[in-house]
């Protein structure tokens, strides 16, 4: 079962994925940057999973479905 941190990640990936395709780590990866220059690492440490989520590619889609 995802707490709710992943269920957000996943969420957020599905939606990157939608809106930019195969460009979606790209923009993940700048937000992630935006994140550790404001030193928000909470807010990085989400977008370097969200990260992970794109890079394990189709289980994404298949975790996405539960929600």
Request: proline share 5%; charged share 20%; glycine share 4%.
């Given at each position: 079962m995802f707490d709710e941190n992943e269920r957000l990640a996943v969420q957020e990936a599905?939606?990157?994925i939608k809106e930019f395709g195969a460009e979606?780590?790209?923009y993940a990866a700048m937000k992630?940057?935006?994140?550790?220059?404001q030193k928000d690492f909470r807010r990085?440490?989400?977008w370097r999973r969200i990260l992970e989520i794109l890079a394990d590619g189709p289980?994404?889609?298949?975790?996405?479905?539960k929600y």
């Open positions: 599905l939606w990157l979606a780590p790209l992630a940057e935006k994140a550790i220059e990085c440490a989400l289980a994404v889609k298949s975790a996405g479905s």
